[in-house]
């Protein structure tokens, strides 16, 4: 069973940074797109990057391109986002997930076996 463990999540100003990390285990890392995902109180998860097998194909929901930047390391299999410039409407619960697509502007994943997920918190 794929299993995913996400880390890095924090408390910061507007304005300020942050880099989550993703391991995972279960499946062969490297053979796998992966993505990054948010749930904000109250509304849905979206998804908000995708990164193909071998990185060089990278997807962002709007909201945030320009800030925020997906990467992998299929040696030590685990899926980095860079977060900069942060907003309050950035905080949520962030989780990752293996086989991510995009579609019609969304980024989104069949996985079901979600973590816990890291909270970032966004002061304003």
């Known amino acids: 069973q794929v299993q995913v463990v996400e880390s890095g999540g924090g408390l910061v100003q507007t304005g300020g940074s942050l880099r989550l990390s993703c391991t995972a285990s279960?499946?062969?890392?490297?053979?796998?797109?992966m993505g990054w995902f948010r749930q904000a109180p109250g509304k849905e998860r979206e998804g908000v990057s995708c990164?193909?097998?071998?990185?060089?194909?990278?997807y962002y929901t709007k909201s945030v391109r320009g800030r925020f930047t997906i990467s992998r390391d299929n040696a030590k299999k685990t899926l980095y986002l860079q977060m900069s410039s942060l907003k309050p409407e950035d905080t949520a619960i962030y989780y990752c997930?293996?086989?991510?697509?995009?579609?019609?502007?969304?980024?989104?994943?069949?996985?079901?076996?979600w973590g816990q997920g890291t909270q970032v918190t966004v002061s304003s």
């Open positions: 997930a293996p086989d991510c697509a995009s579609s019609n502007g969304g980024i989104y994943s069949s996985f079901t076996n």
């Open positions: 990164i193909g097998w071998s990185g060089t194909i990278q």
């Open positions: 279960g499946l062969t890392f490297g053979n796998h797109a």
